[in-house]
């Protein structure tokens, strides 16, 4: 079935520092990719997303690329800062419409 | 900016109580879904509605477990007897589409606790 395989946390790092999270997936059909992030006391907020292969998602700065071949969707930021300390969670949606989530990864960005 | 609203943020409650969990979904969505994250596991989906009623539920939505759309805006979870293990975080989402490219809008999430 499907499924979302995301790295381990926490993640610690000094600001400015590059950041990568690495997910991988499991899907049976052609499913649409998503970054999510959740900052502390809120909500799931989408934080970038690729419906197809070699879509290229991108907001604020963050990236990620879907990619087929290696059924990978790394989420990239070549620069982070101390707002961006919060947990990060990979999904994909299928031909249903549940979405199938990551465990999610702690970031913590130290000034 | 519209959003996904759920109350309360936190209960509290003794096993073999009854909950019901609350959500505001964006006004002008129509598919409303519930998942739920134990503590240190995967965000899980537990079931999805449309048109006042369920299009698809997971093996976690037993008879334990019902929603429904009361009125024009609140969408409810409800646990008829709680055990232990559903002590979880509870996430209400939303989407105008309901296809695998639609991206779901979620609430903040309810803390359910059951002692």
């Known amino acids: 079935g499907d499924s979302v395989t995301q790295m381990e946390g926490p993640v610690t790092l000094s600001e400015e520092a590059f950041l990568t999270i690495n997910c991988t997936y499991t899907?049976?059909?052609?499913?649409?990719l998503f970054w999510y992030v959740q900052y502390p006391g809120e909500g799931l907020q989408l934080l970038l997303k690729a419906t197809k292969a070699d879509d290229k998602g991108s907001n604020k700065g963050f990236e990620a690329t879907y990619r087929k071949e290696t059924t990978s969707f790394h989420l990239e930021k070549g620069s982070v800062q101390v707002s961006d300390s919060a947990v990060y969670f990979c999904a994909l949606s299928d031909t249903g419409n549940q979405f199938y989530f990551g465990t999610g990864t702690s970031l913590t960005v130290i000034p | 900016e519209p959003e996904v609203t759920q109350t309360p943020s936190h209960q509290v409650t003794q096993m073999g109580q009854e909950v019901i969990l609350r959500c505001v979904p964006i006004?002008?969505?129509?598919?409303f879904y519930w998942y739920r994250q134990i503590l240190g596991q995967k965000v899980e989906f537990l079931v999805s509605?449309?048109?006042?009623?369920?299009?698809?539920k997971s093996e976690i939505f037993d008879d334990q477990f019902s929603v429904e759309r009361p009125d024009g805006s609140n969408f409810t979870l409800k646990i008829r007897s709680t055990k232990l293990e559903d002590s979880a975080m509870y996430f209400c989402?939303?989407?105008?589409?309901?296809?695998?490219?639609?991206?779901?809008?979620f609430g903040p999430g309810t803390r359910l606790t059951v002692l």
């Open positions: 509605f449309y048109n006042n009623e369920i299009s698809e």
């Open positions: 989402a939303s989407d105008s589409e309901g296809s695998s490219t639609d991206t779901q809008y």
């Open positions: 006004s002008n969505h129509l598919y």
């Open positions: 899907a049976t059909g052609y499913p649409s």
